[in-house]
């Protein structure tokens, strides 16, 4: 039977072939824990009594926040440590970076293979060819103690990007460009195949820009065939020749869509919706306080070059502030060595240690209440980076956008920059929800009867459910309180609500982060069950594991 990637590469490690919707046990080439998810998977391990089935394939990646600069961060590594010296696993530590780049540019995932962490933007390996997956906890702490984890094979929709954009679009102007095609949830459940003329031409960077965003569509993974140059890098960081994994010529697809980027312009996202995508054009002038250039999927090289060369020779403007972290310290080693770094440094900027930035709310990259950021992250869900509005834009426009202390593109920069004026002071930040002790329910009950939440949204991410600014608790029973302080009207849940209750809600609900809390919130408070429409790949995974009733 013809096969797609992810048929063949998921059968490659079930030791069968497999079709779409079969569930089968796969084993893992690399597996990964972060700083803030891996004191859990250790607590797993500890608590069941488990050790690890191979440490040369096991490690972990401290990149949510490299200094450690939060007490429970700093635990929480110091645990991971401990447990590692134990079990003789590497600790890629605070120096080192993302652990995905790293998991590529350290040779620990090649083509075809497979690797778990609990970073839920593990998709990126689909970048190489590769099949990544972020998952929780519970799974991660399996894949350690055995070396496998269940998985369902999804069916695979064939993207084909048609043209070519415009000489100032870049990778990140076609990501946006597509996850406005697909939306929020238009690449649920599936893995998607990038194909056509400019998917051919890409660098591994870009391949990485694009396949960081599946998340944010909603999807599995997007898998790049790869190309002779992405094999030549893997092979030599690998210290061996790698071959690829290619999908047959006839093999089945569930959908085939093409996407015109004919002539794309540079592209932004407005506040609060990766997927909300327009024009730079029709934000032009908007005026701007801080900037950020950096995350999984703008922190390579490449991206970060293509950003001084915006800022060569000019300052950024009177004000704003302009942040900056590589994705891995061979990064920044290496913008040191060419002069990158005294780029940035000359241009006003401040250059962070290799790490994740401001998404997990442990390094720089953060915003106030009522700053406007322009940043290459991935997602700018409301609350996500901070209380201010954030923006995604590519590093060219981000790098405009500080010169510029206004929204524009690289081609555009005013010759004056745009001065703040004075205004308001911004209002203050609102307390903290208040303690209140959920008793934990007991049992499994096949049949559940209790007061309904209807909760008529789409697209509940999981800051919204559980903020990550709570990600470093690990009491089950502390994590009740916290249960969607984050979603707009719904503030007050914990405090409303009763074990035995029910939660009805819509579609894609729990898209987003990895984070197992976004499930043990509702374990917490004893909620009998959550209906949805659909679900997030990697949240329906938690809540079976979990034994949530979904």
Known sequence: MPKTIIEKIIGNHAGRTVSPGDMVDITIDARVARDFGGANVVKNLVDNGLGVADPAKTCFTFDCNPGGSDQNYASNQ???????????????????????????????????????????HANILGAIGAFGQGMGDQDIAHAFAHGTTWFVVPPTIKVTLRGMPSKTATPKDVTL????????????????????????QLDLAGRVTIASMCTEMGGIIMLFPPNQAVLDYCG????????????????????EVTIDITGLTPMIARPGHPEDVVPVSELRGKKVDSVFIGSCTNGRYEDLV????????????????????????????????????????????????????????????QNGPGEVTVSTGNRNFAGKQGKGEVYLASPETAAACAIAGQITTMDAIPAQPAIFKASTPAAAAPKGAEHCSRAVAQGKPTKVKGRVWVIAKDNIDTDMIFHNRYLTITDLKAMGQYTFDNLKGWEDFAKRAKPGDIVVTGKNFGCGSSRQQAVDCFLSLGIAAVVAESFGAIYERNAINAGLAI
């Not at 060595?337 to 390094?363: E, Y």
Request: proline residues 3%; glycine residues 14%.
């Open 306 to 365: 293509a950003a001084a060369r915006v800022l060569q020779g000019r300052r950024i403007a009177p004000g704003v502030v302009l942040k900056i972290v590589p994705a891995t310290d061979r990064i920044w080693q290496q913008m040191l060595a060419d002069g990158t770094l005294k780029t940035f440094k000359d241009a006003g900027a401040l250059v962070g240690n290799a790490g994740c930035g401001g998404c997990a709310a442990g390094q720089i990259g």
């Open 236 to 255: 030599r960081k690998m210290g061996r020749a790698v071959q690829g994994v290619y999908a047959d010529p006839d093999a089945k697809y569930a959908q």
């Open 78 to 120: 110091h645990k991971c440590r401990q447990f590692a010296r134990q079990h003789g696993i590497r600790v890629f530590d605070i120096d080192t970076g993302i652990g995905t780049h790293v998991a590529i540019d350290e040779g620990l995932c090649g083509p075809g293979d497979t690797l778990v962490s609990t970073d839920s």
């Open 177 to 200: 460009a597509v996850n406005k095609h697909f939306g929020a949830n238009g690449l649920l459940g599936y893995a998607a195949e990038m194909y056509g003329p400019y998917v051919d």
